[in-house]
């Protein structure tokens, strides 16, 4: 108990080290450019310019806080808000048309496989494969195909895939990777655009599902959540303190689930 404790402790030390750095290169960033700005007298198309950078870093800060608020919601017992999704394969495919340009600008494509209906929270799912997607578009190889695989088996689950060829997770990363504020390539941590918390939401929207979250990567990285068809748990308990993170290893080399919490 008093190991668990202190881990939760160390865990919540960590997070809140991670949330000031993350923080700290944005608003840096900006208080310098507006000191630049105001330093002299400026024409109004440069200050313009200005204000719009300041915007687009003042849109991505307020995006970080959105993920880390939804994140704390779903710590504290939030759970998703199930109704008919009569074709999944329908859903991801709309998340793929609004990944289209991405998809485009990387050389990738995208195809859907399979298909099941259950009940579950389209907007999550939504938001679900939109960071899947971002991830597989981001590391996949140009010229290569991304799989979104729907396989729902006899239990009443189903394992939302989705696949690209590209890098693979080193293995010593993978467990570590739907962690908040993870990065496996250290180079780019504490980068402008990506926070690491992508796979955290991924996560926590299986976990409000009552599911769970994989990762494989071998010849190809395949990462995914894991659903039950239609919410068989009782009523979310309310958490006391911060949870802990299960992460256990699962069958063969490189491949792991994290546990629901
Ligand atoms: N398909 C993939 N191929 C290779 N590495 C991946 C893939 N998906 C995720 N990763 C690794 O896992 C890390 C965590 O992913 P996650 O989506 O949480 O963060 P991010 O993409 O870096 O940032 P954000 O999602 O906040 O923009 C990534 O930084 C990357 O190192
Ligand atoms: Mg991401």
Redesign the pocket.
């Known amino acids: 108990m008093l190991a668990r404790l202190d881990g939760a402790y160390r865990q919540l030390e960590g997070f809140n080290a991670d949330v000031a750095h993350e923080l700290r290169t944005p608003l840096a960033s900006l208080i310098g450019e507006t000191e630049l700005a105001l330093h002299r007298e400026r024409g109004i198309t440069e200050l313009k310019e200005v204000l719009g950078s300041n915007l687009e870093d003042l849109q991505r800060l307020a995006s970080l806080v959105n993920?880390m608020l939804f994140l704390s919601r779903a710590d504290r017992g939030e759970r998703a808000r199930r109704s008919l999704v009569r074709s999944l394969a329908a859903l991801a495919a709309e998340v793929v048309d609004f990944h289209e340009a991405a998809l485009h600008e990387a050389g990738v494509g995208a195809r859907v496989q399979g298909d099941a209906e259950g009940e579950f929270d389209s907007a999550l799912l939504r938001r679900a494969l939109s960071?899947?997607l971002?991830?597989?578009t981001?590391?996949?190889q140009r010229g290569t195909v991304i799989d979104i695989d729907i396989a729902p088996d006899a239990t009443g689950s189903v394992r939302l895939s989705?696949s690209?060829s590209?890098?693979?997770?080193p293995a010593e990363?993978l467990p570590r990777?739907?962690e908040r504020f993870?990065?496996?390539?250290r180079a780019?941590e504490h980068?402008k655009?990506?926070?690491?918390?992508?796979?955290?939401?991924?996560a926590a929207i299986a976990r409000m599902h009552g599911g769970t979250a994989f990762?494989h990567?071998r010849s190809r990285?395949s990462?995914g959540i894991s659903l039950r068809t239609s919410d068989l748990r009782p009523p979310a308990q309310k958490l006391n303190c911060t949870p802990m993170l299960t992460v256990r290893p699962g069958p063969g080399v490189g491949t792991f689930d994290i546990g629901s919490r």
């Open positions: 993920d960071n899947l971002a991830n597989a981001r590391f996949a989705v690209n590209g890098p693979a997770i990363h990777i739907f993870y990065r496996a390539d780019r980068g655009d990506n926070h690491g918390l992508g796979l955290a939401i991924v990762a990567s990285t990462v």
